[in-house]
């Protein structure tokens, strides 16, 4: 009724709940309507499945992005993300073989992160069919538990922020 031709999901945790996320899909299917979808937050890979992979090409989906972080198991322990970075390959695999522009999220720079360690997350994203990856610096955002470690190790945040402009933590 209003010419709606594409829709975004700005949301990170769209397939935790695969149900939802496969009803959604069935219910655009269902409708007919000719959309082009795409997820551009970050999807965590190990939680979908080939069904819902198919079921959001069929509904129109043109763009996926997978938040991995890190390509090591140790750091994804460390950042209790604990994501399954076998499982995360083959559906970001399968994902890019179904014709869906994939993208892929990293981070640098943990604490204790290992230049191997930095390495074997660069080498994780080339070894996959990823379309794109972006990699990003660690900041530590206020009130989250990296940002009150930082704290505690004593750096200077107040001034972190304040070099680049940012808001006040406090």
């Known amino acids: 009724d209003f010419g709606v031709q594409e829709i975004e999901f700005i949301d990170d945790v769209f397939n935790l709940d695969r149900p939802r996320a496969k009803q959604i899909c069935d219910g655009i299917i269902q409708a007919g309507w ?19 992979v198919d079921k959001m090409k069929a509904a129109g989906t043109y763009r996926i992005n997978y938040a991995v972080e890190s390509g090591t198991p140790r750091v994804q322990k460390m950042i209790k993300k604990n994501l399954n970075l076998k499982r995360a390959r083959e559906i970001i ?7 869906i522009s994939t993208g892929g999220f990293f981070m ?35 009130n989250t538990p990296m940002y009150e470690e930082a704290l505690a190790l004593g750096y200077d945040m107040e001034a972190l922020y304040s070099d680049y402009g940012a808001v006040s933590a406090n």
């Not at 695999?93 to 014709?99: E, L, R, S, W």
Request: hydrophobic residues 40%; proline residues 5%.
């Open 108 to 142: 640098l720079g943990f604490r204790d992160e290992t230049e191997e360690e930095a390495w074997n997350t660069i080498n994780y994203a080339l070894d996959t069919k990823l379309h794109t990856a972006s990699f990003f610096i660690l900041t530590p955002f206020p």
């Open 93 to 99: 695999d399968y994902t890019a073989n179904k014709g």
């Open 34 to 52: 000719d959309l082009a979808m795409s997820f551009p937050n970050g999807l965590r890979a190990d939680q979908m499945d080939e069904e819902l």
